[in-house]
């Protein structure tokens, strides 16, 4: 469905400017002229977007913007206000205002990436609540958040996968959410209902690790006070996460391997066999088969756990995703520490969305986490988040040596393209389309989705 956006403003200059703005096919706008008009219409459409003029014949915008956000907490409004005005417009932006512009305007082009950017924030907030309720996801557990094409088929791997209750083998970068992916897998699982245990085989020592694993009886080694089940007796019934599975000693590998061969254990200090029906997750952070043909771990493990390969995408693969994950993360830290921060500045926004998040979903999460924290209320900019501009291109030459996805190749290219090609124009959306051959609305498009500011 097109995005609905309101324009409540008495001058017909405005109107009409709005209008002459937004006349595309992507929106519908609709208009009023005062609050009374205004209340109306609200009670009647849910807009994804008001733009609201500060003096009206029947009272003040900013009073308006009040009244709906105890009812919409996450409704995005724009406020116009002239210069005298700027202080409240100032405050109003601490209260979950997205943004203001002055009268009269300085940029056409600037206003219409900021109602861009809005929208998109918007629609991620909507995404979010969707999700939720499809997949019963609750804010501090949430399951995977995601709407580009490399997580659309991911969900789907998912819901295919769950019900099988076949072994699983989960690859990706640090920080990309593989544990989430193992949750979510869980979840949809015939195992629901039964625990769902993990552990991390790079954090334990072999000794540690093995008894965890297996378990052990009194007196087995020094320390072992009293009989104490592992984790595969534990996860009878249930899900078996077992985190960076490279990191386990040949040893382990191999006890591990007659495990789900034989489907039986003892425990350490035991010569009882004992049995656990569970289902096997596993994942790392490295390329198994290359672990495997540089000797440092199990064909015959490998071949065993190889069953179902998931890979988990790198977040500079899935761009469209960030801004859902950073307001997720925003809603879940302001609950969690009593606060009110935010909403992202425009900038922020796009910083988000260019930054190069070598760290992937982890080092995002942390980033809105600090902001939270370190900031008492209002928009949120770069510096909250301890981020800069990095542009994509400085990832890419870091890993020349692998050849990247075309989609993302061709992103990385014309990012660098019309961030030049605004350099060269100083900004001039009108130069930049004569010389680049692309119609304004076109070139519009093409900034927001790359995640590029018209004034650089």
Sequence with gaps: MKPKILVVDDDPFTRRLFIDLLSDDKVELQTAVDLSTARQLLRANDYNLLILDQRLPDGNGLDLFAEVRRERPRQMAILITGFAEVRDAV????????????????????????????LEMDSAYREIADLRETLGSTPVNPLLIGRSALMEKQLAQVRQVAPLDATVLIEGESGTGKELIAKQIHALSRRAKKPMLEINCGALSESLLEATLFGYEKGAFTGAAKATPGYIEAADGGTLLLDEITDMSPKLQVSLLRVLQEQTFSRLGSTAQRSSDFRLICSTNKHLEAEVKAGRFRPDLFYRIKVVVL???????????????????????????????GPFAPSAITDLESFAWPGNVRELKHAVERAVITHRAGSITSADLGIGRRAVSEVASAEAAQPLPLQEARDNFEREYFSQLLKTTGGNISEASRLSGIARQNLYANLRRLGISPQQ
């Design 311 to 341: 890979q988990a995408p790198n977040l500079r693969s899935r761009r469209e995703d960030i801004l859902p994950l950073a307001l997720f993360y925003l809603d879940h830290f302001n609950r969690k520490f009593d606060k009110s921060a």
């Design 91 to 118: 405050r109003a932006v601490q209260d979950g205002l997205f943004d203001y512009r002055t009268k009269p305007f300085e940029s056409l082009e600037e206003l219409d990436a900021v109602i861009g950017k809005a």
